[in-house]
């Protein structure tokens, strides 16, 4: 009997060890985690580079070529976490060399969960440059913002004179089909954009303490949850 407490005793130990383990790795990557993709032309074929790290990943599905039809190839986002909660860190850059073109969307609308302290806000960080004569179509899926969750985005553009881009952002504040309302979130949302070395767009915004007052306003959002 005392050998097989001993065994037992063992078991245990390995794995509590094991399950700590797992966790540690789980946080690392969770929290610090970045991929990057640079498209490029070599003649008349699109050369994709990637560079993935953490849940952050990066699919380029095959298309056929009774499919392409002119379409550039599209990169298909992915965090395999599932979601973002405080504290986490997501780090995107993307560079298009010249007259390169690229679609760039997502598999799934992210999710901001309930934040333990909303005073450390899960943070992405996203770095586009846009080369001569390059196009960029950056079109993820929605953001959706859970009640009490606490988010701070920062894109930063850089648009060569002649390049283009056509991007399209979407934020919803609760889940109304859940019967879910917000009474308490922080978010804070950065956007520079230059174009051809020069500031044309800046702007930034910040929901928190005083939520229902800033939503309401005629002036604001005007109890709107998708903006």
């Not at 994709?48 to 599209?74: H, M, N, T, V, Y």
């Not at 899926?141 to 930063?156: D, G, M, P």
């Not at 979407?170 to 978010?187: D, F, G, N, P, Y």
Request: proline letters at 3%; glycine letters at 8%.
């Amino acid at each position: 009997h005392h050998y097989m407490m001993l065994d037992i005793l063992c078991v245990n130990v390995v794995l509590t060890l094991l399950c700590i383990v797992t966790i540690l790795v789980f946080f690392f990557f969770k929290k610090r985690t970045a991929y990057e993709i640079e498209y490029g032309l070599v003649g008349s074929d699109m050369l994709i580079r990637d560079s993935q790290g953490g849940c952050l990943k990066a699919r380029f599905p095959k298309i056929s070529r009774s499919e392409k039809g002119g379409i550039p190839k599209p990169a298909i986002l992915i965090n395999t976490s599932g979601g973002l909660a405080d504290g986490d860190r997501l780090t995107q850059k993307i560079q298009l060399k010249p007259n390169a073109t690229a679609i760039i969307t997502s598999q799934a609308a992210e999710r901001v969960y309930k934040a333990h302290n909303l005073s450390t806000p899960a943070t992405i960080d996203t770095e586009i440059t846009i080369e001569e004569g390059a196009s960029l179509y950056w079109l993820p899926q929605e953001t959706i913002l859970f009640n009490e969750s606490s988010l701070k985005r920062h894109y930063a553009l850089d648009i060569s004179a002649s390049g283009s881009c056509l991007a399209a952002e979407t934020l919803v504040l609760s889940r109304l089909a859940m019967q879910e309302h917000l009474t308490k979130i922080s978010l804070t949302d950065h956007w520079r954009i230059q174009f051809g070395d020069k500031l044309v767009f800046a702007d930034g915004f910040h929901l928190g303490s005083n939520l229902q007052q800033q939503t309401e306003g005629a002036a604001l959002l005007n109890g709107a949850c998708p903006l």
